[in-house]
């Protein structure tokens, strides 16, 4: 297994991330291994299921089990993304979406699947949604490495001082009390988002080749993350803004990550089945207010569960 290099400081990650090369630091840390079986991929490099194969899958999804592998078996992900387009920094930045402490909270309830899901559970399900592709088998490689990364990670995060888990980011988004905008958001959208992700949504692409991937991904398209993601529902997708975005300043209000969140999920992207969909959330009552697609376990209309308000959702369950 190749050495991990030693973790760059602030001021080069924010610069790796400029060039394109979102997400590249490594753990400083003893990598714990977890052989499973190994494979040479299509660059001649033995792939074993360790952490440091994991921290790679994060970082260079695309590459590495994207649409456009030239072994078809390795096509897992069916859209251009990496999971560190919205894990940054390969998941070490704190904060949402962070995976810093995300293996300790495996096994858990899972209420979109009805049952106890495992970590192994969770990362399929990111790949058939936000990466619109297909399950990872649960004894391969790649699945073994994700987890043994993140279980690296979690373990490294869980013996840092209190101090460097410090989680710098603006108040928490607290949601408000009307329908989501849309048409306001569009205007958000074209002041605080368009310069990284393109006044058409399209991302900013690494180079001509697809595998390289983009530097500031697609929000919507043929390329990104499908309905049935996390992020089209707009009460985490606003948390996540708010959080993050822009890049390296988020500076936006709750309205405006609300509306920008509406405007961004509001536009065409790839569809799972709805036969498919159906079978989420088999106890409607667990299922997300602001979940946009049907079957509901309420009387209010899908519009209000996509856009909003969701304060009466909320309040009818909780009466209920």
Known sequence: MNQSPSRPSSGLVAALVVTGVLGLTALAATWFVMYDRARTDDAGVQAEATAEYGRRLIAQTNMLIGPDHP?????????????????????????????????????RYSGRDGREADLKDRIDGCMERS????????????????????????????????????INEPSPFRTPERAASPEAGRDVY?????LCHGRDGLGLRASADPRRGYIFPPLWGDDTYNNGAGMTRVITASRFIKAKMPFGKPDLTD?????????????????????????????????PVDSPYPPFGDP????????GPFQPIEAYYKKK
Request: glycine letters at 6%.
């Open 300 to 307: 209010f209309p899908a519009e209000q569960h996509k856009f």
């Open 190 to 194: 074209a002041e605080k988002c368009a």
């Open 131 to 166: 990466m619109n592709g297909r399950v990872l088998p649960r004894d391969g490689v790649e699945l073994n490495a994700m987890v043994a990364y993140i279980k690296a990670l979690s373990e490294e995060f869980a013996a840092m001082p209190a101090m460097a888990k410090a």
């Open 255 to 287: 309205d405006e990550a609300y509306d920008v969140a509406a405007f961004i999920n509001a536009q065409p992207r790839p569809m799972m089945s709805q036969d498919r969909l159906n079978l989420d959330y088999p106890d409607k009552s667990t299922k």
């Open 71 to 107: 072994d078809p078996e390795m096509r897992f992900a069916g859209n251009r993304l990496n999971c560190g387009s919205c894990h940054l920094q390969t998941g070490e930045m704190t904060g949402q979406l962070s995976l810093t402490e995300t293996y300790q909270k495996y096994p």
